[in-house]
């Protein structure tokens, strides 16, 4: 049976005693036998949140990071200051970040960076729009977004790489992509990924998970777990999740 990745994107939905309240609750859930849980909670509710996380043993990260270790940057928060509260993981490249915030793939070639140098695993999110999808451009989209952000990079000893498939047009729509689909490009993104970097990556499906669906991409065989968002901020959308998986 391969090992499960659930990680939990809680964005901006939930303030700072919301998120504690939530993360005491994650700790209640019975989770499936060898998986590996990894939230992430907004930057301001992260200290309240952390020691919580550490006492359940879950593994948490940082939904956004400047590439900077410390300086000049108003409202920024870097990778170190992350990692001194205990964060093992941090996302980059997340859909919402290139659409809403206009993140290059420079930047998130920068950030990426950041995050090894500090020896915090990353997880690389990409995806197309829907005209790219019906432009027929899905793989041209993933092979520059995916050279760009690993070409030449140099991998720290004992850092496993992930990459979350995230179509854009399934992210809070409530579209998801078929799971045949999604299997397919995860496929292509891994043969990909290990082509560029010599590393065979994690990959994960995000975008409008659901307890109707989230088995229906576990069960693929280059799917390896889940990038939740909305469904993971609220214990009763989470805990029907998890009740699929156990």
Same mark, same amino acid.
């Given at each position: ?18 998120? @504690? ?20 909670? /907004? &930057?301001?509710?992260? /200290?309240?949140? &952390? ?23 108003? !409202? ?9 509260? !205990?964060?093992?993981? &941090? ?12 993140? /290059? ?33 899905? @793989? @041209? ?22 990459? &979350? ?13 078929? /799971?045949? @689909?999604?299997?397919?490009?995860? !496929? ?59």
């Amino acid at each position: 049976m391969k090992k499960l990745y659930l990680f939990a994107n809680w964005k901006m939905y939930l303030g700072v005693a919301e998120s @504690e309240k939530l993360a005491r609750a994650f700790g209640k859930i019975s989770n499936p036998k060898g998986s590996e849980i990894v939230i992430f909670p /907004s &930057a301001l509710a992260m /200290s309240t949140a &952390a020691p919580i996380f550490k006492k359940n043993k879950f593994l948490f990260g940082a939904q956004n990071i400047h590439w900077s270790d410390h300086g000049g940057f108003t !409202g920024e928060v870097s990778v170190a200051m992350y990692k001194e509260l !205990g964060c093992t993981h &941090a996302l980059v490249g997340h859909s919402e970040r290139r659409r809403l915030f206009h993140e /290059s793939d420079q930047d998130v070639r920068l950030k990426l960076e950041a995050i090894l140098d500090e020896k915090i695993i990353p997880v690389l999110c990409v995806g197309e729009t829907l005209e790219e999808r019906k432009a027929g451009k899905v @793989e @041209e989209v993933l092979e520059k977004q995916l050279q760009s952000a690993y070409a030449n990079l140099l991998l720290p000893k004992g850092i496993g790489l992930i990459v &979350a498939y995230e179509p854009v047009w399934a992210i809070g729509t409530g579209e998801s992509c078929d /799971s045949e @689909e999604a299997e397919r490009i995860a !496929g292509f993104i891994s043969e990909l990924v290990k082509k560029i970097t010599g590393q065979t990556p994690v990959v994960l499906y995000g975008g409008s998970v659901s307890a109707e669906n989230i088995r229906n991409y576990i069960n693929q065989p280059n799917i390896q777990g889940v990038l939740v968002g909305g469904a993971s901020a609220a214990k009763e959308s989470w805990s029907e999740l998890i009740e699929k998986l156990t």
